[in-house]
């Protein structure tokens, strides 16, 4: 009788070794392993909402940087204006020339340099004139609304006995925007929502294990 009581305790406790292992080796370990993955996703999210105002702050900053290069490119449309047509120009400084008493004796247009938002171009006027008339040439691109960036300027006297006539030859370009990079108000959308300051919210407690 002792015999068989022994045998049903010893099958008693080991049933309970086996019941306790299994739990300990496929509930209890997994169930802490999942636990620690939770805490520390719970602790990446929470610091990622405490850094979402200043990335607000960022992107909000980078919004006005980016209005005020609109604001300027809308402002000089008029010194790069997306009207490159060549004969157009050299219409308009040949008259602003002879305008100013100059003889135009050559001008062409050479070999336009490509950027990637506008392109250059660029031209070499010969004159003839009296050396108030160049003065005045001179101001008259000065005053214009586009750009007229001179390169290269030669004067010389036509007669070294007579200092009233002049000869000289300037190299100048203009520049041309590109269409897709143009800053009129037309093209550029105002009224894009601001992003909204977020508060960032009291950290939640990791979850503990019981």
């Known amino acids: 009788m002792k015999n068989l009581l022994k045998n049903d305790m010893l099958v008693t406790v080991v049933s309970l070794a086996v019941v306790v292992f299994g739990y300990l080796l496929f509930i209890f370990v997994p169930g802490m392993n999942r636990q620690q993955v939770i805490n520390e996703e719970i602790l990446a ?36 204006p997306a009207n490159g047509d060549t004969h157009v120009i050299i219409g308009q400084v040949a008259q602003l020339a002879e305008s100013a008493g100059l003889v135009v004796t050559r001008f062409e247009p050479l070999a336009t340099d490509m950027h990637q938002a506008y392109r ?88 503990r294990a019981n």
Not at 49 to 73: G, H, K, M, Q
Not at 129 to 146: D, I, T
Request: overall charge neutral; glycine content about 4%.
């Open 45 to 80: 999210a929470e610091e990622n909402i405490e850094n979402v105002p200043l990335r607000t702050a960022e992107l909000n900053s980078l919004d006005d940087r980016i209005d005020e290069r609109r604001d300027f490119l809308t402002k000089t449309d008029e010194l790069m």
């Open 120 to 207: 250059s171009v660029p031209f070499t006027l010969s004159f003839r004139g009296s050396y108030p008339s160049m003065l005045a040439f001179l101001r008259g691109l000065e005053r214009r609304q586009r750009i007229f960036a001179i390169s290269d300027f030669k004067l010389s006297l036509e007669n070294e006995r007579s200092a009233k006539v002049v000869e000289g030859e300037i190299k100048f370009a203009v520049y041309v925007r590109h269409e897709e990079f143009s800053g009129s108000a037309e093209k550029v959308a105002r009224t894009k929502p601001r992003i909204a300051d977020i508060r960032s919210r009291e950290p939640r407690s990791p979850l």
